[in-house]
């Protein structure tokens, strides 16, 4: 077998392959390990390679497969977003504040994946604090897109994104508070999956927005991610937060059929602010379910247009409150000789965090502080539920909802940076989705002057199966998800 | 002028779980700094709050305890503020719907009378850790042994007169939740911190003045006298004309006054939001039953029960009832066959100064109750005098057995056999015929006096036990005889 | 909305940001883009609406009163920027 087979492999098939021996896992390892050492100049795709961990646990999986000791992972190398603790190794959250923290405990998707027999290869390099749509806010440089090096690879789980296509680890995972799986998973050419809010843990996950924030796979395939999703899913006595709800086999849930399946495509989507181009790939990806049985309905969510203010205020008056744990006594950056406790404070905060980050904290804690929490964060909790009943009322009339993942494809570095408000448009077909709980999915729907455009298929609250399997079927039909970037040919 | 003291009280409680609130540490007071304080205390990155059930249902008992009004759908708050002892930069807490919501505490005065105040609401919330100042020269030390332990805070509508007024609150708050169990109520292990509103206006008018804010005051003493001290203040400064300033004040016991805190750079503004990584607290009205079902009688119950079941008196029943242990230990006297009145008599008396001076606490007292009772039934038997009752008394405390025991081994029972006493008595006339003649021989008033003598030779005799009563009666009879 | 200079630095002060004198224009007009972003919420009524805090009308869970973790102070604290004797040292608070 070669290395690029192996490296565009899917975890399905690798599954496969490990288990008729045709193939080891160390194998599988040692090659992700060598594509990042080959590749990870040039992107920056990851911030912490365990090497030698891996190849040990690697070796492990090996010992295990013969013995017939087989769970879902078992041998599958993956890189986790470097928001994800992972005990004794350096988890960093792309932030300079926490550029030597290492934590003495696993984040419980962490503990799942290790479980079901996973290899971790490392961490990806993340927007900092996961605060971002185009991964350059990270303290650790931005990472590149492998479609084309000098446009962005989305963000904030743009590393994984990045590191996926690129072909370093056939499975990865990230978070997504706003799109941030979503649409770095539409601007690299991958399957990504947004769980439904408190479908999946988030004990040991560096807070962002707690009420919006949840962690999800990003594959090859949407099959990849059902197999990943059962892995990481399930109620976690830790997280008061996570739902006490069975955890179906997702992988064995897929079928091709959506014969019957409505489609609704909401009208705010699909208006004229939407680039035709993106909207002509969009609409031919769906015209793939329609021909295999799905019927495209149109709906309304006649609140959409308020998603991107309710959730500009409600992510950084949360994140105010989760950051501020930062402040250079227990663990993170310090500044140097501070003269007082109020010095300590405003140097360590102001050094150790990014530009972005603190515009964040700055907005969140003046939504909160006296005199406007009424007109600000309690308004937009009040619109947040004005949204979420758009989608109830929608989910009464269709199975599910579809609508592009992002705007546009990559942009280039710096395009956005200087109007944060540019760049908080990446999210307003994502955001939404976070408001309300619900889980969404972004699978690739072809390619615009060569750069991957993703399709969102948004679900009913825990029903991440319908969207996995219309995601399936499509993915059965075309093959815009095998596509893999011209860098691959060319480092290879 | 003449100044009225109007008042508030926040009190913060301790609640007696085995761990803390949102995390599996143990709250045990007293070990090395940060050894009790897991990730969640710290306020790692990443960590998440569980909450502890018996919190909640200390909370409601509390609730119920006070009648109060139980929060059906009760919510947690983040109150945000940067202090190196508040690991994640906010404390959470209940700010918009708290757990215990309106009730009514009533308070027994001194006088007997009942003294209703009102309690405001009571929320959960969880400690901070402590900063240690005098530990290194040049830094302040943080330990977060205490983050994380669950407190009720308790406040009241502004109902409060006088220091008196607010300690027997504090006392009776004290022995309300020491029944309820829970919490131990140590104030010098600050499980039962106070903060003290007080605002000063002339008598007669209804306006309420501009208050202070007096913090964690953690003894009876020190709150009465912090409030005095903060009345000569405020008084001070109205009567000079100047006004006072709303602010935290440390209330400083060796100097006896109370002293600004540092003022903070930047005025609170604590941003309270729901906490977003715990879920309303729901609690349902089967939930509420059985908890109900699990409270003890309560202090004004047993008040009550005590003056109607064993006719003690309000001063009685006011001491033995806010102590648990003291008020079962009396209880279990009376059950073990001790007259009610003599129990509370020596329980309240001889008891309590003997355990006072030994530094011992009733549930440690080496006298059992069934030892006591035992007592109490050979004074009422008349085997023993009063005074031979002390002796019993202190061999019960010394360990030398119940009282039977050692009336016997110290043969020190009172002789009430009419046979022994009579052949005293006749043995005394006989060896005093003088003294027989003088009585003979005296008028009314003057044998009375006589009499006396041949008492005390009989008692003389019989080492003292001879039953006074007795001796008196057969003596005057026999002396009657003689003539 | 609009936002002034001073806002920001009373804001920034709160959280304990420190913003320098020559940034300050330039953070400053950012913010109020960003506010000016989320002032649309001033369009919408929602006179009637019970603010969502959470996405899903869940209730708290509640765990066992028990003890389940033990001193594990040398892990916890190995990241620490500065301890001693167990103690994590912040420069000396006078109150």
Do not use: M
């Given at each position: 077998m070669t290395d690029s087979a192996l490296l565009c492999g899917s975890v399905t098939s690798l599954r496969q392959q490990l288990r008729d021996r045709v193939i080891s896992s160390e194998e599988i390892t040692r090659a992700c390990l060598e594509r990042i050492e080959a590749c990870n100049g040039a992107?920056?795709?990851?911030?912490?390679?365990?090497a030698e961990q891996a190849i040990d646990s690697a070796r492990k999986a090996d010992k295990a497969i013969a013995r017939g000791d087989?769970?879902?992972?078992?041998?599958i190398p993956l890189l986790h977003k470097d928001i994800f603790c992972t005990n004794g190794v350096r988890t960093t959250c792309g932030s300079r504040m926490l550029e030597q923290f290492v934590p003495a405990y696993d984040a419980t998707v962490v503990t799942k994946m290790q479980a079901e027999g996973a290899v971790m290869l490392g961490k990806c390099n993340m927007d900092e604090f996961a605060m971002?749509?185009?991964?350059?806010?990270s303290f650790f440089g931005a990472v590149k897109n492998p479609?084309?090096?000098?446009c962005v690879p989305g963000g904030s789980s743009g590393g994984s994104a990045a590191a996926l296509a690129a072909g370093m680890a056939p499975l990865v995972t990230g978070t997504d508070t706003g799109g941030s799986i979503r649409q770095p998973a539409s601007l690299c050419g991958v399957t990504g999956l947004k769980p439904?809010?408190?479908?999946?843990?988030?004990?040991?996950i560096i807070a962002f927005a707690s009420s919006l924030d949840q962690a999800g796979p990003m594959a090859r395939t949407a099959e990849d991610c059902a197999i990943a999703l059962t892995a990481m899913s399930g109620i976690d006595a830790?997280?008061?937060?996570?739902?006490?709800l069975p955890v179906p086999d997702f992988q064995a849930g897929l079928n091709h059929d959506v014969q019957g399946l409505r489609i609704g495509l909401p009208r705010e989507y699909f208006?004229?602010?939407?680039d035709p181009v993106v909207r002509e790939r969009v609409m031919v990806a769906l015209s793939v379910l329609e021909q295999a049985g799905a019927t495209l309905v149109d709906i309304e969510l006649?609140?959409?247009?308020?998603a991107i203010a309710t959730y500009y205020v409600i992510a950084p008056a949360e994140a105010s409150a989760n950051l501020a744990?930062?402040?250079?006594?227990?663990f993170g950056y310090r500044c140097d000789e501070p003269k007082d406790l109020e010095d300590l404070y405003l140097r360590s905060r102001s050094e150790g965090f990014g530009e972005e980050v603190q515009r964040r904290i700055l907005v969140g804690t003046y939504a909160l502080s006296a005199g406007f929490y009424d007109a600000y964060f309690n308004k937009a909790q009040q619109v947040r539920r004005v949204i979420t009943e758009d989608f109830t009322r929608a989910f009464d009339h269709v199975d599910m909802i579809a609508g592009p993942?992002?705007?546009g494809v990559a942009f280039q570095?710096?395009?956005?940076?200087?109007d944060p408000v540019a760049m908080y448009m990446e999210d307003i077909y994502t955001l939404a989705v976070n408001l309300a709980g619900l889980p969404g999915l972004s699978t690739p729907a072809g390619l615009i002057n060569s750069m991957p455009v993703g399709l969102q298929l948004i679900g009913k609250p825990f029903d991440e199966q319908t969207i996995l399997n219309a995601a399936h079927r499509l993915q059965t039909d075309t093959d815009w998800h095998m596509g893999t970037p011209q860098f691959t040919t060319v480092t290879s | 002028m003449s100044w009225e003291t109007v008042m508030g009280l926040e009190v913060h409680l301790q609640l007696a779980?085995?761990?803390k609130i949102f995390s599996g540490s143990a709250t045990t007071?007293?070990?090395?700094?940060?050894?009790?304080?897991d990730a969640v205390d710290l306020g790692m990155p990443g960590m998440l709050p569980v909450l502890n059930e018996e919190a909640v249902r200390y909370a409601v008992k509390f609730g119920l305890g006070i009648g109060a009004r139980i929060g059906e759908r009760s919510v947690f708050d983040r109150k945000n503020y940067f202090y190196p002892d508040l690991p994640k930069g906010y404390q959470v807490s209940q700010f918009f719907a708290p757990i215990v919501c309106e009730g009514v505490f009533e308070v027994p005065l001194k006088d007997g009378t009942l003294f209703p105040i009102r309690i405001t609401r009571a929320h959960l919330e969880e400690d901070a850790g402590k900063s240690v100042h005098d530990a290194f020269s040049r830094e302040t030390g943080i330990d977060l042994?205490?983050?994380?332990t669950p407190l009720l805070e308790i406040v009241t509508e502004p109902?409060?007169?006088?220091a008196e007024q607010a300690v027997a609150y504090l006392k009776a708050l004290h022995s309300l939740v020491t029944y309820l169990g829970i919490?131990?109520?140590n104030m010098a292990e600050g499980s039962m911190r106070c903060d003290i509103n007080i605002s000063l206006r002339e008598k007669g008018t209804d306006a309420l003045g501009i208050r202070t804010e007096i913090k964690n005051v953690n003894s009876f003493r020190f709150v009465e006298r912090a409030i005095h001290s903060e009345y000569e203040r405020q008084a001070d400064i109205l009567e000079s004309g100047g006004s006072i300033t709303q602010e935290t004040r440390l209330y400083d016991a060796e100097q006896n006054v109370t002293r600004s805190m540092r003022?903070?750079?930047?005025?609170?503004?604590?941003?309270?939001?729901?906490?977003?990584d715990l879920l309303p607290i729901v609690i349902d009205a089967e939930y509420i039953e059985a908890v109900r079902a699990t409270l003890p009688e309560l202090p004004g119950a047993k008040r009550a029960r005590f003056i109607a079941d064993?006719?003690?008196?309000d001063y009685d029943a006011a001491l033995l009832v806010p102590n648990h242990a003291l008020a079962d230990y009396f209880e279990s006297v009376v059950t073990a066959g001790g007259a009610a009145k003599p129990a509370a008599n020596w329980i309240l008396g001889d008891l309590t100064a003997a355990l006072n001076r030994n530094e011992t606490d009733i549930t440690d007292s080496p006298i059992s109750a069934a030892q006591l009772a035992g007592l109490i039934v050979r004074i009422e038997d008349g085997t023993l005098s009063s005074k031979l009752a002390k002796q019993v008394f202190d061999g019960l405390w010394s360990g030398k057995g119940d009282a039977d025991q050692i009336i016997e081994a110290r043969g020190?029972?009172?002789?009430?056999?009419s046979g022994a006493l009579e052949s005293m008595v006749d043995a005394v006339i006989a060896e005093n015929p003088d003294q027989v003649a003088q009585y003979l021989a005296a008028d009314e008033a003057k044998k009375k006096k006589l009499s006396g003598f041949f008492v005390g030779q009989i008692m003389k005799a019989s080492k003292g036990q001879a039953n006074p009563q007795m001796v008196n009666d057969l003596l005057l009879k026999k002396l009657n005889d003689q003539s | 909305m609009s936002v002034s200079s001073q806002d920001v630095e009373k804001v920034a002060l709160l959280a304990r940001l420190a913003i320098s004198e020559s940034d300050l224009p330039e953070v400053t007009e950012r913010f109020g883009r960003v506010l000016g972003l989320v002032d649309?919420?001033?369009?919408?009524?929602?006179?009637?609406v019970v603010p969502m805090s959470?996405?899903?009308d869940m209730h708290q869970r509640l765990r066992p009163d028990a003890v389940t973790r033990q001193n594990d102070r040398e892990n916890l604290m190995a990241s620490a920027p500065e301890q001693d004797q167990g103690y994590f040292l912040v420069p000396k608070v006078i109150d």
């Open positions: 992107l920056n795709a990851v911030i912490t390679v365990c087989v769970a879902s992972l078992t041998g971002g749509s185009s991964n350059e806010t479609w084309d090096l000098n439904t809010y408190g479908r999946v843990s988030r004990l040991g830790g997280d008061s937060t996570s739902a006490d208006n004229d602010d939407l006649p609140h959409s247009h308020y744990r930062y402040d250079g006594v227990r993942s992002a705007p570095f710096g395009a956005k940076q200087q | 779980t085995q761990s007071f007293g070990a090395a700094p940060n050894e009790q304080a042994n205490r983050a994380g109902d409060f007169r006088s919490s131990d109520g003022s903070k750079e930047v005025a609170n503004d604590y941003r309270y939001f729901p906490e977003p064993y006719r003690l008196n020190l029972k009172q002789v009430s056999d | 649309e919420l001033n369009t919408i009524d929602t006179e009637t959470n996405p899903h």
